[in-house]
């Protein structure tokens, strides 16, 4: 595989496939009394999930920075309930954001087919699917690299002053590369 496919469909298993077309049986994301995390295994083809993850590498590892630190005390200063835990949050990763239009990392992600793939109807049908909410178009798209010992501490992604986020659903698509 030289490029991503333009639609996510195109890596799901029969299995990913009945969840995009029925949703999950009983979603954590709509039922109050669950906690809001799933883990769904055979959705995405091994060999198709594999090719992607040297696609990522050939083409965005050379660009991705290091973060280390905690994260920065300005940014949450003037919450008062969205970020209102305490403990201190830290984090360790290399990360790219893909920038507007012009910028070189929108080229790449662009040249490779990866922004097709992150903007195609079915990654928002399935994701859709999976939280049983509505999304809306992406505002941001990361790449992320988690290597050995790379961490980030626990924190909020709760925004409950913002009606657009109140129900934890940030509309971003992030992409994770494996240390190579």
Not at 65 to 92: C, Q, V
């Amino acid at each position: 595989m030289n490029r991503f496919p333009n639609e996510f469909e195109d890596l799901l298993t029969r299995k990913g496939r009945k969840i995009l077309r029925h949703g999950l049986p009983e979603s954590p994301f709509t039922n109050k009394r669950k906690t809001p995390v799933v883990v769904i295994d055979g959705i995405i083809n091994e060999r198709l999930a594999q090719d992607c993850m040297k696609l990522l590498n050939q083409h965005f590892s050379a660009h991705l920075k290091t973060i280390a630190g905690p994260i920065d005390k300005d940014e949450l200063r003037n919450m008062k309930e969205n970020y209102s835990e305490k403990l201190a949050k830290t984090l360790r990763m290399q990360t790219l954001e893909i920038g507007g239009r012009r910028s070189n990392s929108f080229q790449i992600a662009t040249q490779c087919g990866l922004i097709q793939m992150l903007n195609s109807s079915s990654l928002k049908a399935f994701g859709e699917a999976v939280t049983g909410s509505t999304f809306g178009t992406p505002e941001n798209n990361q790449i992320i690299l988690y290597r050995h010992e790379d961490y980030v501490s626990p924190h909020n992604d709760h925004h409950p002053e913002n009606r657009k986020y109140e129900r934890g659903i940030m509309t971003c698509t992030s992409c994770f590369l494996t240390a190579t």
